[in-house]
């Protein structure tokens, strides 16, 4: 099976700043896309940012500028740097994978247990 396990939320103030890790483990041939998803309490969960192989991104709007997707396809770890924290950003943060197993010819998409982010004063 495949595991992802994020690292790296807690509390900040608004302002501050923090990175988000997020290591994939198992029998993994290769990951296609990697990403950050999160959600708020009585929200769905949404994008925040997602990256491919070739380093390929994309970015919810409200955090361009803030937040920065990078990955290591060598170790398949994602991290999410996040500046400028708003309250706003106060959520749980998954990070999403989505591999190809050694003897599949499919992709499937893998969730971490998330990591809660706090942006308070």
């Known amino acids: 099976q495949v595991q992802l396990v994020e690292s790296g939320g807690g509390l900040v103030q608004p302002g501050g700043s923090l990175r988000l890790s997020c290591a994939a483990s198992?029998?993994?041939?290769?990951?296609?896309?990697m990403g950050w998803y999160r959600q708020a309490p009585g929200k769905q969960r949404e994008l925040v940012a997602t990256?491919?192989?070739?380093?390929?991104?994309n970015y919810e709007d409200s955090v361009k500028g803030r937040f920065t997707i990078s990955r290591d396809n060598a170790k398949n770890m994602v991290y999410l740097q996040m500046n400028s924290l708003k309250p706003e950003d106060t959520a749980v943060y998954y990070c999403?994978?989505?591999?190809?197993?050694?003897?599949?010819?499919?992709?499937?998409?893998?969730w971490g247990q998330g990591t809660q982010v706090t942006v308070s004063s």
């Open positions: 198992g029998r993994i041939f290769r990951i296609n896309d």
């Open positions: 999403n994978a989505a591999v190809v197993r050694y003897g599949s010819t499919w992709q499937t998409d893998y």
């Open positions: 990256m491919n192989r070739v380093g390929t991104t």
